[in-house]
């Protein structure tokens, strides 16, 4: 069955440095996605992207983050200048038509 | 702000029983609703979605919705120790966004051998 790919699994970065997060959502699905999820928290949706352009993104994603579709097959989240409530599981999503979004394995941000 | 409640358990049931996981959420134009199951370290996993009001049933998994009374339910039948996990309830549809999607805290089910 075909999976939304996220690498790297586990990011550590000092605070203030800018940070790529990686996907390769599902080949044939249209709309893509990022969540986060501190600790012990709710998932919470940070942005969605659908031809090639942000299509709704939520009161965090501020000019602290962009994202890229820089190719056919990767989908990336930039945070730039991180702060240390910037550490979570980063989950990326993607879906065929606008729902339901089937989720990456996500990757663990820590921020020193 | 759009809210999507659960309660954060634990709810233990035995091997066997029916496990009943209760969501409400706040804004009454959501349109879509799923349930995620996700293992401690893990990523959520879609299990059901459900869309009109009624019930729907996928082999031992029903969901419920109740749109007038904004209620969700997820149940589990003949539940095995390995159905152990939080179980999200997520809305989209609403208000804040068609794609963007709600998630509740999530409800940790504990099945005892």
């Known amino acids: 069955e075909p999976e939304v790919t996220q690498t790297p699994s586990h990011q550590v970065t000092q605070m203030g440095q800018e940070v790529i997060l990686r996907c390769v959502p599902i080949?044939?699905?249209?709309?893509f996605y990022w969540y986060r999820q501190i600790l012990g928290q709710k998932v919470e949706f940070l942005v969605s992207?659908?031809?090639?352009?942000?299509?709704?993104k939520s009161e965090i994603f501020d000019d602290q983050f962009s994202v890229e579709r820089p190719d056919g097959s990767n989908f990336t989240l930039k945070i730039r200048s991180t702060k240390l409530e910037d550490s979570a599981m980063y989950f990326c999503?993607?879906?065929?038509?606008?729902?339901?979004?089937?989720f990456g394995d996500g990757t663990r941000l820590s921020i020193l | 702000q759009k809210e999507v409640e659960q309660n954060s358990g634990p709810l233990s049931v035995p091997e066997g029983a029916i496990a009943s996981l209760n969501c409400t959420y706040s804004?009454?134009?959501?349109?879509?609703f799923f349930w995620y199951r996700q293992y401690s370290g893990k990523s959520p996993e879609l299990i059901m979605s459900?869309?009109?009001?009624g019930d729907k049933e996928d082999g031992r998994f029903t969901a419920q919705l109740n749109k007038a009374s904004q209620y969700v339910s997820l149940l589990i039948r003949d539940s095995q120790p390995s159905d152990s996990a939080t179980y999200l309830c997520?809305?989209?549809?609403?208000?804040?966004?068609?794609?963007?999607?709600?998630f509740g805290i999530g409800t940790k089910l504990q099945v005892i051998p």
């Open positions: 999503a993607s879906s065929p038509t606008s729902q339901p979004q089937h």
């Open positions: 459900i869309y009109s009001n």
């Open positions: 992207f659908y031809n090639n352009e942000i299509s709704e």
């Open positions: 997520a809305v989209n549809g609403n208000s804040g966004g068609y794609q963007k999607v709600t």
């Open positions: 804004d009454r134009v959501s349109q879509s």
């Open positions: 080949s044939n699905h249209l709309y």
